[in-house]
T-cell receptor, first 116, second 117 residues
Framework: AQTVTQSQPEMSVQEAETVTLSCTYD???????LFWYKQPPSRQMILVIR??????QNATENRFSVNFQKAAKSFSLKISDSQLGDAAMYFC?????????????FGPGTRLSVLP | GAGVSQSPRYKVAKRGQDVALRCDPI?????LFWYQQALGQGPEFLTYFQNEAQLDKSGLPSDRFFAERPEGSVSTLKIQRTQQEDSAVYLC???????????????FGPGTRLTVL
């Protein structure tokens, strides 16, 4: 079974600065998808960014980018020019390409605070 | 509607009561998922529907948990004889099945916070 680890329970960043959230995972599969989700206090999970394991190029979405290191099984999220609205819980998630049940495996989350 | 909706947003139950949690997925979405999120934890998979068929229920923690989606749209998660350990946020998500399951983006609802006293 796959596992996802987020070693930083809490992080803080000054507004307009850059922060990196860590994620590692364990799998024996060669093809899969990785995700970062944001969960603000309203509890609605919002997709931030997605990475296909077969793609070597790191995914980017505006101020959000990832550093995907497949051999190291590492998938960190970098938030540039942090904004107050970025404050939330961030979850890293793994999804098997072959999982018929289509379920996600989520990490325990990192709570990000943005300081004005 | 524009997104996934869930009702009620909050539910308080006495231990031993039955509860029913509703999920309205995005119109036309074939796939529907239920997750349980304990306080301070990430969501954990409970069950998955493709249309009205429940294709995976491996995450349901006990036979007190039951989910249905009889017409392939709205889904209900029922918990019988609730226990204190059932207290959690229950999230529903839907996606449009494109033939490549892992590529489908899941859209989450706001969740139902269940508190069992």
């Amino acid at each position: 079974a796959q596992t996802v680890t987020q070693s930083q329970p809490e992080m803080s960043v000054q507004e307009a600065e850059t922060v990196t959230l860590s994620c590692t995972y364990d799998t024996s599969e060669s093809d899969y998808y990785l995700f970062w989700y944001k969960q603000p206090p309203s509890r609605q999970m919002i997709l931030v960014i997605r990475q296909e394991a077969y793609k070597q190029q790191n995914a980017t979405e505006n101020r959000f980018s990832v550093n995907f290191q497949k051999a190291a099984k590492s998938f960190s999220l970098k938030i540039s020019d942090s904004q107050l609205g970025d404050a939330a819980m961030y979850f890293c998630a793994y999804r098997s390409l072959y999982n018929y049940g289509q379920n996600f495996v989520f990490g325990p989350g990192t709570r990000l605070s943005v300081l004005p | 509607g524009a997104g996934v909706s869930q009702s009620p947003r909050y539910k308080v139950a006495k231990r031993g009561q039955d509860v029913a949690l509703r999920c309205d997925p995005i119109s036309g979405h074939v796939s529907l998922f239920w997750y349980q999120q304990a306080l301070g934890q990430g969501p954990e998979f409970l069950t998955y529907f493709q249309n009205e068929a429940q294709l995976d229920k491996s995450g349901l923690p006990s036979d007190r948990f039951f989910a249905e989606r009889p017409e392939g749209s709205v889904s209900t998660l029922k918990i019988q004889r609730t226990q204190q350990e059932d207290s959690a946020v229950y999230l529903c998500a839907s996606s449009s099945y494109t033939g490549t399951p892992s590529a489908d983006t899941q859209y989450f609802g706001p969740g139902t916070r269940l508190t069992v006293l």
